[in-house]
């Protein structure tokens, strides 16, 4: 997981990530990458610290049950004022981060090569020169665009005398992303951090239009595109939410039960209701199945 910045957007969903992964079979730590900051406690590293700290209950139970190493969290944070620096290298994929301007110091962009081709992130930044450097090679560029300053009244019910500052020092304004996008010539330009909702979406894009006449999509959720030498194919993903995790290539390393005593008193066992009677022909057929051994009394 690489993180632009540490903002609850951007890194809000990390929880499920964890922890469903661990659950769905993840064979080793989540590793993680983000950057650091100004000062320690706005970086990537303290903030995983103490993402795990926060959720001690439920990292400290499910470690009764299952494996410990993927419950793990492995950051590697990298310096935020690196400009177009190697941040990862593996199997001929390179990722390269500089300078985002959102804020407080600590937020990045991300570029990442492979076989030629080079896709680039913007993460959350107001139109900085890092990017209209180091963005100008890549094939497919993603960037921020955020709402027109009216619709961020009208719509959102923020307050006018703030709304100037928050939609293009902040962040990127339709404009501003049009004359980024026009600067940096992509084969195909995305814009995203908006709501792509009928009542947003023709603010931004007309904002945009008016400066950037190039290859173009708002972004939303389960666009994927394909990159090749000869071109960009945009398609929808269709997907449902009814599916169970598939099995990776390799096997998560096996769960040993007891090595962490479950952390439960008898105060609170007392007060089990015991229904064995009604399950014990589903577990027996299921014990005789996987040729299970009845559990030793305790
Ligand atoms: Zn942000
Ligand atoms: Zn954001």
Do not use: C
């Not at 499920?16 to 730590?29: K, N, S």
């Not at 985002?100 to 930044?125: C, K, P, Q, R, Y």
């Not at 139109?127 to 009244?153: G, M, R």
């Amino acid at each position: 997981m690489f993180i632009s910045h540490l903002h609850t957007d951007h890194w809000g969903d990390l929880a499920a990530l964890w922890a469903g992964g661990w659950t769905a079979g993840r064979t080793g730590p989540l590793r993680v990458w983000g950057p650091n900051a100004q000062t320690e406690d706005f970086g990537t590293a303290f903030a995983v610290e103490h993402f795990l700290l926060a959720y001690n209950w439920d990292k400290k139970s499910r470690e009764a049950t299952l494996a410990n190493a993927p419950g793990q969290i492995e950051v590697t944070e990298f310096d935020y004022r690196g400009e177009n620096e190697v941040v990862y290298q593996v199997n001929g994929v390179t990722i390269r981060s500089w300078p985002a301007i959102h804020i407080a110091d600590g937020a990045v962009s991300f570029a990442l090569e492979w076989n030629g081709l080079t896709f680039v992130f913007s993460g959350d930044t107001g139109p900085n020169k890092w990017f209209i450097k180091h963005a100008k090679v890549a094939d497919l560029v993603v960037h921020e665009s955020f709402f027109t300053p009216t619709q961020f009244v009208e719509l959102y019910g923020r307050d006018p005398g703030a709304t100037v500052n928050v939609t293009t020092v902040l962040h990127t304004s339709p404009q501003a992303f049009g004359k980024i996008m026009s600067e940096v010539r992509p084969r195909h330009a995305i814009a995203y951090h908006v709501f792509n909702d009928e009542e947003t979406r023709y603010g931004v894009y007309e904002g945009i239009r008016e400066v950037y006449d190039g290859p173009l999509s708002l972004a939303t959720d389960l666009m994927v595109w394909t990159v090749t030498r000869d071109g960009v194919t945009e398609r929808m993903a269709v997907a449902t939410e009814e599916a169970w995790s598939v099995p990776g290539p390799r096997k998560p390393p096996a769960g040993k039960p007891g090595q962490v005593p479950p952390q439960i008193t008898d105060w609170i066992n007392a007060g089990k209701w015991d229904v064995r009677d009604v399950e014990a022909e589903m577990v027996g057929g299921f014990m005789k199945k996987y040729d299970i051994k009845p559990p030793k009394k305790n």
